[in-house]
């Protein structure tokens, strides 16, 4: 999921490696008639906002969905969506998002979480000596992936240790990408140094696999932020960087209000370097020292599924949940 | 400002880095074998030096090896930037005393990334 197509057009060297994608439309052409239809379709799906000034993406994010049904332009696919909303709505929506994402993307936040966040989290859990993150929105999985490699690297330091990596996200070519570990030559290059492309992947003709130690310390599962969580989840780190952001203000908050449920009163959830939570200090408050991260205020009744500091687990309020994740703890030890 | 040295036998891809290593305010030098590298690193040492691997007169590998063996007050970052891209020839380099390792193509973006990698923007 992560976010609706950038407003900013892809370098030509990587359309071209794109292939298949037809020229873009030209920024300053009027939106095509049936824009609203997207952009409600976006709106209900997502929740994202996708505005009239992106509308010129819309080509070349719905060019191979145009082709599949034989629509000759956005118009006759609005169309052909109007008449089979359930077969063609996932697949128009999920083609509008933009999975955007990279390994360690920004760098900072991994680094404070080493220098700062890990420390403190393993001294406060280290009677259950357990670990539980979640990276929302997660894309393709670079994130989770990065968390589980700084893991692998600091091996003897949570050896015996339950290190359990989600990540979720709604689009399911991209969790199906994510579960495969397998990444291209442009993907392992940004952001990812080349040590650590050495030590924990290893190359399938043209492409990098990450290794197994690194895939089997996360799972991905299908998730829209839109919807209530599952019931009986509690992460101490919650990563949602880069996907509030496109979220109008009323959605925001909902999703907010979720995500804070599922958060350890004593967790941290980070956000995107260019994100704040303004205007939501009911919810979060920015983490002393570290940018982009906030943690829950002491409200302990809106923490609705996790336990407090006594362990007393508090209910939700007004929301179904289903069964909480269940992950295969033995073997993910550390 | 920062310095480079792009060393490559191809005049359109020096041309193609410069132009990327511009914008990000570098100063840029160029040779086009590992030779000319060497006898440039005499004079004044870049801070970093993008390497091509296959160069005619001396290779990009033997070029580092012999740059790592001089003694020299400064130590310069070296990206590799080749179209050698499998597990073999990128050890090969990094126990030779690279910094990184860019496999060509390359765009911008990489070159970004990279040079974020080795601390240089």
């Given at each position: 999921m992560t976010a609706p197509a950038s407003p900013f057009p892809r370098p030509a060297a990587r359309c071209a490696a794109a292939g298949a994608a037809p020229a873009l439309r030209p920024v300053t052409a009027a939106p095509p008639r049936s824009f609203p239809v997207y952009a409600d379709l976006c709106a209900r799906y997502s929740g994202l906002k996708f505005s009239e000034e992106k509308s010129y993406l819309l080509e070349a994010r719905l060019s191979a969905i145009m082709r599949r049904e034989g629509c000759a332009d956005l118009d006759a696919l609005a169309a052909a969506l109007a008449k089979d909303p359930s077969r063609l709505e996932p697949d128009i929506a999920e083609a509008l998002l933009n999975n955007e994402t990279f390994f360690f993307r920004d760098r900072a936040p991994f680094d404070e979480l080493q220098a700062s966040v890990l420390p403190r989290l393993k001294a406060a859990r280290s009677a259950e000596r357990r670990l539980r993150i979640w990276s929302a929105?997660?894309?393709?999985g670079q994130e989770p992936y990065s968390l589980s490699m700084m893991f692998a690297e600091e091996r003897a330091s949570w050896h015996g240790w339950g290190i359990e990596i989600l990540g979720t996200d709604l689009s399911r070519s991209a969790l199906t990408r994510a579960r495969s570990g397998l990444y291209t030559q442009f993907e392992v290059q940004r952001g990812l140094s080349t040590h650590r492309l050495l030590q924990h992947f290893t190359k399938e003709g043209e492409r990098w696999r990450l290794k197994n130690d690194i895939r089997s310390r996360v799972r991905f599962l299908p998730r829209n932020l839109m919807h209530p969580l599952p019931g009986g989840e509690c992460f101490d780190i919650i990563f949602a960087r880069n996907?509030?952001?496109?979220?109008?203000r009323e959605r925001k908050a909902e999703v907010l209000a979720r995500l804070r449920t599922a958060l350890a009163p004593d967790g941290v959830i980070i956000l995107g370097?260019?994100?704040?939570l303004f205007g939501f200090q009911d919810l979060f408050r920015p983490?002393?020292?570290?940018?982009?991260y906030y943690s829950p205020t002491?409200?302990?009744?809106?923490?609705?599924i996790c336990p407090d500091s006594r362990g007393t687990v508090h209910p939700a309020r007004g929301e179904h949940r289903e069964s909480p994740i269940a992950f295969p703890t033995p073997n993910q030890r550390v | 400002m920062h310095s480079c040295l792009i060393v490559d036998d191809s005049k359109v891809i020096r041309k193609v880095a410069r132009r990327i290593l511009e914008d990000f305010s570098f100063d840029i030098d160029e040779a086009g074998d590992g030779q000319q590298a060497l006898d440039r690193c005499g004079s004044a040492m870049p801070d970093v030096i993008l390497l091509d691997w296959n160069m005619p007169v001396m290779g990009g590998l033997q070029f580092l090896q012999n740059l790592r063996a001089r003694p020299a007050e400064k130590r310069p970052t070296v990206i590799f930037c080749t179209t050698e891209n499998d597990m073999e020839h990128i050890r090969a380099a990094m126990d030779a005393g690279a910094d990184e390792y860019i496999m060509k193509p390359f765009d911008r973006e990489i070159i970004k990334a990279k040079l974020e990698q080795v601390g240089l923007i």
């Open positions: 929105a997660c894309s393709t996907v509030l952001m496109y979220f109008g370097a260019a994100e704040t983490a002393a020292g570290s940018r982009g002491l409200d302990i009744t809106r923490t609705a | -």
